[in-house]
Each structure stands twice: as structure tokens, then as C-alpha cells.
């Protein structure tokens, strides 16, 4: 099993004439038991891609594939596609267990063989307690178990999670990953999984699609996303934190991970000399903020705790050689 998106456009016309281009050439491909994670800023055209996908968005140009079938003009009902919204839409006055199994019985499977179904999903996403309640006696992160469950159920050709994450607590959030990703596995179909939380897309995604104003700026894994950002957009935009760019010299920008400066007291040692203007606890590490004497915007560091020094301390920033990643200045395209 598999799903192509090829070159899909799409552009809104809003109502005083102007267009917004949401998707604007995308190419992404997800293959069976594979998790493809789309990350992306508000407004970068995630929803509309999976919408275009599950059918419940016209494309302008280009073609959606599922098992090397072109299903672009088929209605969202014949393609087979589950789709997790961030809000879970329940039917308020069905059961949990009826809440799942209401698709498998419009397609008219009998009674018994959806209600073992339903007992699988449950049993799979650990929610059995919850099928004899109502939707309204559920939390934000039980109301969004019983939603994927609904998709899984009736094991379709594809899976699209639209940030189903989003608002779920922090706890719950870090189990519901797992949680995805067990049923990922299971279900061995091809997933695509929506966040803007660059944290979860690295946890997630076999691969992972940046999307930025509508286009991929780069697919790979999070390991090579990390490594060898394609360009500066990607450099800030993935990872734990952005990447520090440094002024072009000579049509080249270095950028240096904030997780691989070293800030020394000046006396210690080489590097740049600067003075300390922020430290913010990060957990077991703080976010230093380094201003350079040749000033031309800050510095951010990550440290241990331990190594933190004080805001106005005299310090001096360096890194390793290896761990310089260098850009053109004009294109911003990794050298
Ligand atoms: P994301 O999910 O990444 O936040 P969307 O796909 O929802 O982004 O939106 C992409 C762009 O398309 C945004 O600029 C948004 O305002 C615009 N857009 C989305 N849906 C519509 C619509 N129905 N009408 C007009 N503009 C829209
Ligand atoms: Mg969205």
C-alpha cells in the first residue's frame, strides 16, 4: 500500500478578490507501514494537503495516488482514507462503542462482527473502560483515543492525523505518540502525521516533510533533518531549538546548533568574547543568550545547569569545527 501526493496546487480565492496560495507544487510520498510526518508553521498549507488527500479539498492542479490508483476525482467516500481532526467530532448522543463502530455499520456489517471489532480497537488503544460512556463524560484526550479508534477501525488504505495531538495534555500526549505509533504498526498502512510541534515530528515520523508556505522544503529522516538541513529555513524551523546563523562572510553563513556551543569563562579559553544577556531554565539544562562583542545579533547556547553562568558574566562562545553547518548567503542552500 502506498500514497503519492504529485505536484498538488491549491489556491483559496478569498472574498475581496485576493488568492492565497495554500499548496503551491507538493510532492510527498508515504509507503506501506510508514509514518510520514508533515511539520510546518500555522498556515503553511498542512490541513489543506490532507484534506486534499482524504477528498475533502478540490485540488487546482496535480494528483493524488492511493495504491498506484489516481483517486483525485473520486469523492472522499470511495477512497478509503481515515482522517483524525485536532478536535475529535463525536456524536454526542452515541455511546462511546457506537461513537466507533457508526462507519462499519453504514457499510452494514452485521451487529456482532462490529461490536468484536470495536473490542480489538479498544483493546489496542486501551480505552475498553471508556465504550459504555457518553461522549460528554469523556476528557480532551479520551474524546481523541475514541476518534482514532474510530479511524482504525475499519482498516482503511491510508491514515491522516491532522495535529490529533494538539490539545492533549503533556502527560498524555507522550503516550499517545506510542499509542499512534503502535496502531501504526499494526495496521501497517501508510500514515501521515500533521504537527507544528517540531519535538513530536523528530519522536514520530520515519520521515519527516517540512512544509513551508505551501511547498516541502525538505523530506528525510529526523536524523538527516537534523545533520543536513537543506537550507536555513529548515535550519531554523527543525529541531529542538532553531539554529544559530551567523553573519554571511564572503556569500557564506555558518550556523551552529545551540546544543553544540560551549560558553566558557573568557580566562578558560579561545573563542568569540561576549556578555551574557539571558539565562532560562530548560529542564536539566538552561538557554544561555550570548550578545558578541562584534555584535550583529545574539548567540543562543544550551547547557547543562551546572556550567550556567550569569546574566552580564563576561564569556566566551565556541564550538568544533565539525559542527559548523554552512549555507550561501543568496540562496540560503546548504554548500
Ligand atoms: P495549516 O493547516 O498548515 O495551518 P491550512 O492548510 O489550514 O494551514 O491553510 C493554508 C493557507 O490557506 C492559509 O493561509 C489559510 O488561511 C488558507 N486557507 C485555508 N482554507 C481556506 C479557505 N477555505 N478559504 C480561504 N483560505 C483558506
Ligand atoms: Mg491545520
Request: aromatic share 2%; net charge neutral.
Amino acid at each position: 500500500m502506498s500514497l503519492r501526493v504529485e505536484a498538488a496546487h491549491k489556491v483559496f480565492r478569498a472574498r475581496r478578490g485576493a488568492r492565497v496560495v495554500a499548496l503551491d507544487g507538493v510532492d510527498i510520498e508515504a509507503k506501506s507501514g510508514e509514518l510520514l510526518v508533515i511539520v510546518g508553521p500555522s498556515g503553511s498549507g498542512k490541513s489543506t494537503l490532507l484534506r486534499a488527500v482524504a477528498g475533502l479539498e478540490a485540488l487546482d492542479g496535480g494528483r493524488v495516488v492511493i495504491d498506484d490508483r489516481d483517486v483525485t476525482h473520486l469523492p472522499a467516500g470511495r477512497r478509503d482514507v481515515a482522517m483524525v481532526f485536532q478536535e475529535a467530532a463525536l456524536f454526542p448522543h452515541l455511546g462511546v462503542a457506537a461513537n466507533i463502530g457508526i462507519g462499519e455499520r453504514a457499510r452494514g456489517s452485521r451487529r456482532r462482527d462490529v461490536e468484536a471489532r470495536v473490542g480489538e480497537v479498544a483493546r489496542l488503544l486501551d480505552i475498553e473502560d471508556l465504550l459504555p460512556r457518553m461522549p460528554s463524560e469523556l476528557s480532551g484526550g479520551e474524546r481523541q483515543r475514541v476518534a482514532l479508534a474510530r479511524a482504525m477501525i475499519r482498516s482503511p488504505r491510508v491514515c491522516l492525523l491532522d495535529e490529533p495531538l494538539a490539545s492533549v495534555d503533556a502527560e498524555l500526549r507522550l503516550r499517545m505518540r506510542g499509542e499512534i505509533r503502535t496502531v501504526q504498526r499494526s495496521l501497517g498502512v501508510p500514515m501521515v502525521h500533521v504537527t507544528h510541534d517540531q519535538v513530536e515530528a523528530m519522536a514520530m515520523g520515519d520521515r519527516v516533510a517540512v512544509l513551508g508556505a505551501g511547498r516541502v522544503l525538505q523530506c528525510d529522516t529526523p536524523a538527516d533533518l537534523y545533520a543536513r538541513p537543506a537550507t536555513t529555513a529548515v535550519a531554523r524551523m527543525f529541531g529542538p531549538l532553531p539554529m544559530n546563523l551567523l553573519p554571511a562572510v564572503d556569500g557564506v553563513v555558518v550556523g551552529v546548533r545551540p546544543e553544540r556551543v560551549r560558553v566558557c569563562r573568557t580566562e578558560d579559553g579561545a573563542g568569540r568574547g561576549g556578555s551574557v544577556v539571558a539565562v532560562e531554565p530548560a529542564g536539566e539544562d538552561c538557554l544561555v543568550r550570548v550578545l558578541p562583542d562584534e555584535a550583529s545579533g545574539d548567540l543562543l547556547a544550551r547547557l547543562p545547569w551546572a556550567d550556567a553562568p550569569h546574566v552580564g558574566e563576561r564569556v566566551a562562545v565556541a564550538w568544533r569545527a565539525e559542527d559548523e553547518h554552512r549555507f550561501d548567503a543568496t540562496t540560503g542552500k546548504r554548500r
